[in-house]
T-cell receptor, first 114, second 116 residues
């Protein structure tokens, strides 16, 4: 596609349920990033993929969070046993080389845990 | 510790006024990169500029200009003759870690409101 695509755009889930957020990066972009944007914490880095491997998972807030990327393309961020503090907008970005190329962002998934 | 500080939480100006958004960063690295992103109400982050630590030359792009000063660890952004369409949240970001693919370390953002 022309840009980074994220789905769903909105997700409401009950506390304790698992959720999966999807990111389709720009074709050919080898680097993929997940960020979280919340009122209290601003924009936080979660995880970085180069190809299918994740050299840096340091931003994942807890072991309830995991992510994978397959075929060097689509990535899925999974949150298990969701908590209310997980409510946020989850943003995905991709870039050409994972160096300091311009990162292109998707429109995000707004997750609300009730 | 916050590596990027945007002290101005909200700014409100009248159309055609000039406005400067402040950004102060903190790093021990000699090689790093600074960015500005715009987030309009639609929510998508839009890239505005990237600067590396070795290039202190100021840059102008239309009504936008950036002032990078290593001596004060600042990377300020000025919008000249502001327009209503400039209303958005603006984020300054620092990138310094190759192991994280140079992931962005964002400031808290400055919300700019331009009124007619």
């Amino acid at each position: 596609g022309a840009g980074v695509s994220q789905s769903p755009s909105n997700k409401v889930t009950e506390k304790g349920k698992d959720v999966e957020l999807r990111c389709d990066p720009i074709s050919g972009h080898t680097a993929l990033y997940w960020y979280r944007q919340s009122l209290g914490q601003g924009l936080e880095f979660l995880i970085y993929f180069q190809g299918n491997s994740a050299p840096d998972k340091s931003g994942l807030p807890s072991d309830r969070f995991s992510a994978e990327r397959t075929g060097g393309s689509v990535s899925t961020l999974t949150i298990q046993r969701t908590q209310q503090e997980d409510s946020a907008v989850y943003l995905c970005a991709s870039s050409l080389e994972g160096t300091v190329a311009e990162a292109f962002f998707g429109q995000g998934t707004r997750l609300t845990v009730v | 510790a916050q590596k990027v500080t945007q002290a101005q939480t909200e700014i409100s100006v009248v159309e055609k006024e000039d406005v400067t958004l402040d950004c102060v960063y903190e790093t021990r690295d000699t090689t790093y990169y600074l960015f500005w992103y715009k987030q309009p109400p639609s929510g998508e982050l839009v890239f505005l500029i990237r600067r590396n630590s070795f290039d202190e030359q100021n840059e102008i792009s239309g009504r936008y200009s950036w002032n990078f000063q290593k001596s004060t660890s600042s990377f300020n952004f000025t919008i000249t003759a502001s327009q209503v369409v400039d209303s958005a949240v603006y984020f300054c970001a620092l990138s310094e870690e190759p192991n994280s693919g140079y992931a962005l370390n964002f400031g808290k953002g400055t919300s700019l409101l331009v009124t007619p």
